[in-house]
């Protein structure tokens, strides 16, 4: 399968909440406004795409065409997530994924490296000093600190969210010059 990596748009954004959604408790649940707001405030909001099922001549796309996509924010929004204020407390340039998901059954074929390949690239021309994110180690998620390790991501804390219920690894990625 041919895929391609390009930008959200208006069109894909209930399939976003529906991928989403299925990624629970790997990410947050957000509904339909909340992943607006968030694209629309990201520095980069990528989908990863089925190219065959994404055929711009062909008009609308098959529904199911986006298979993955990340969101990027930089410092300085007003944004509640408990871990993006962490992140901006310690005070780095970065780029903080907020989420990164790839459709179920996807998963361990290059789709999450590709779409961290944009993210890395963005950083670098916006001059970032890291690419910052985290993972759940309560309820663990082995497979993403594995992932997100082999990316190059260090632990650089942790802290207990969501009210207790939800320990996370905080990560970061120093970028080079």
Same mark, same amino acid.
């Given at each position: 399968?041919?895929?391609?990596?390009?930008?959200?748009?208006?069109?894909?954004?209930?399939?976003?909440?529906?991928?989403?959604?299925?990624?629970?408790?790997?990410?947050?649940?957000?509904?339909?406004?909340?992943?607006?707001?968030?694209?629309?405030? *990201?520095? $980069?909001?990528? %989908?990863?795409? @089925? #190219?065959?099922?994404?055929? +711009?001549? =062909?008009?609308?796309?098959?529904?199911?065409?986006?298979?993955?996509?990340?969101?990027?924010?930089?410092?300085?929004?007003?944004?509640?997530?408990?871990?993006?204020?962490?992140?901006?407390?310690?005070?780095?340039?970065?780029?903080?994924?907020?989420?990164?998901?790839?459709?179920?059954?996807?998963?361990? *074929?290059? $789709?999450?490296? %590709?779409?961290? @390949? #944009?993210?890395?690239?963005? +950083?670098? =021309?916006?001059?970032?000093?890291?690419?910052?994110?985290?993972?759940?180690?309560?309820?663990?998620?082995?497979?993403?600190?594995?992932?997100?390790?082999?990316?190059?991501?260090?632990?650089?804390?942790?802290?207990?969210?969501?009210?207790?219920?939800?320990?996370?690894?905080?990560?970061?990625?120093?970028? *080079?010059?």
């Amino acid at each position: 399968m041919k895929t391609l990596v390009r930008p959200v748009t208006e069109a894909d954004l209930d399939r976003l909440v529906e991928l989403n959604r299925a990624s629970v408790p790997a990410v947050n649940d957000i509904d339909g406004d909340e992943m607006r707001w968030l694209v629309g405030h *990201a520095e $980069l909001a990528v %989908a990863i795409v @089925d #190219a065959g099922k994404a055929d +711009a001549e =062909a008009g609308t796309p098959h529904p199911d065409a986006v298979l993955g996509f990340v969101l990027a924010l930089r410092p300085g929004l007003d944004y509640s997530s408990e871990n993006y204020r962490w992140f901006s407390e310690r005070g780095a340039d970065f780029v903080y994924v907020d989420r990164i998901v790839v459709a179920d059954g996807h998963r361990s *074929a290059g $789709l999450g490296a %590709a779409l961290y @390949d #944009a993210v890395f690239e963005r +950083a670098l =021309a916006l001059g970032a000093a890291e690419v910052e994110c985290e993972v759940n180690v309560e309820p663990p998620n082995p497979g993403s600190m594995a992932f997100h390790s082999r990316l190059g991501f260090a632990e650089v804390g942790r802290q207990s969210t969501k009210g207790g219920t939800t320990v996370v690894a905080l990560l970061a990625r120093p970028l *080079a010059g």
